[in-house]
């Protein structure tokens, strides 16, 4: 395991792109990335959460509490796709297919700030900006990702400690929930999932709580990377293979409490998975910046 960069206070959503990571930092609503070289972050309005690259080579964030989709221009999010007239609530992680369909998590309530739980739903923001309901009566949506060439979507419920997976029907929509992964009764009772990402050979789940990344599928635990006693966030994979996660350190208090009082701290750390090795010198320098 090796530190790539450092420096934030969440990491949600990475993603590899053209050789660079780009990630949200919800708690910072700062948007990192090192594409100019060294690793910095944009300071911004309001945070975003998931992000995606469209098959054009646009990036697309998930407006946190703006519900909205926004486009990246080099300096700040411009508007993408409305979501205000399906009255969601803050917005999640966000994954897209090879035809420019995102997928978007619609949490329906804040729970940082302790409002009371309710069902969440999955929007669908089609290529043309219009936004319909995928599925609804998700039990905290949290992490997505695409599976089977885009005929299955695979979303981690947080609450219910478990992956669902759900089969893409022609027009795009989801239907036929099923049990992918019961991460309580693989992993332990502390495998709450949080961010998630697609192999060839199952999805690697970050569990935060349960402090390990594993990898599964269709109930299947295959393997585990112990991260204690720091908290995996979420991961995506770089171009030749290598694992990156996202690692929250509470520094030794309860994660909320740490949260709360704005002392948690993130890093994105390399990680050797089956099949891959890491190389003597990464792609891109460990950079950090406070």
């Not at 770089?238 to 409490?257: K, V």
Request: charged share 20%; aromatic share 6%; net charge negative.
């Amino acid at each position: 395991m090796k530190t790539y960069a450092s420096g934030m206070r969440w990491g949600e959503a990475p993603r590899w792109h053209e050789g660079a990571l780009w990630l949200s930092d919800t708690q910072a609503s700062r948007l990192w990335t090192d594409a100019s070289g060294s690793w910095r972050p944009f300071d911004l309005d309001s945070p975003s959460n998931g992000l995606w690259f469209l098959p054009d080579g646009r990036l697309v964030g998930a407006m946190m509490y703006e519900a909205r989709i926004a486009q990246w221009d080099g300096q700040r999010w411009q508007p993408y796709a409305d979501l205000a007239h399906l009255g969601v609530g803050p917005l999640g992680d966000m994954v897209g297919d090879a035809d420019g369909n995102l997928y978007v998590d619609d949490v329906a309530f804040d729970a940082a700030s302790g409002a009371p739980a309710k069902p969440g739903r999955i929007i669908l923001v089609r290529p043309d900006g219009s936004a319909t309901v995928a599925a609804d009566g998700v039990d905290f949506p949290n992490g997505l990702a695409m599976t089977d060439g885009g005929r299955t979507l695979v979303v981690a419920q947080t609450a219910l400690q478990c992956l669902t997976a759900f089969t893409v029907r022609a027009d795009h929509t989801l239907s036929a929930p099923r049990r992918y992964a019961d991460l309580r009764r693989l992993v332990g009772p502390d495998a709450r999932p949080d961010g998630i990402w697609p192999t060839e050979h199952g999805i690697w789940v970050a569990t935060t709580s349960g402090q390990a990344l594993v990898r599964v599928t269709d109930d299947r635990l295959h393997h585990t990377v112990d991260t204690a006693p720091r908290l995996p966030i979420a991961c995506c994979r770089r171009g030749d293979g290598t694992l990156i996660a996202t690692l929250a350190d509470t520094h030794g208090a309860p994660l909320m409490d740490a949260v709360a009082s704005r002392t948690v701290t993130a890093s994105a750390v390399l990680i050797t998975t089956p099949g891959t090795a890491l190389p003597t010198r990464s792609i891109a320098p460990t950079h950090t910046q406070g």
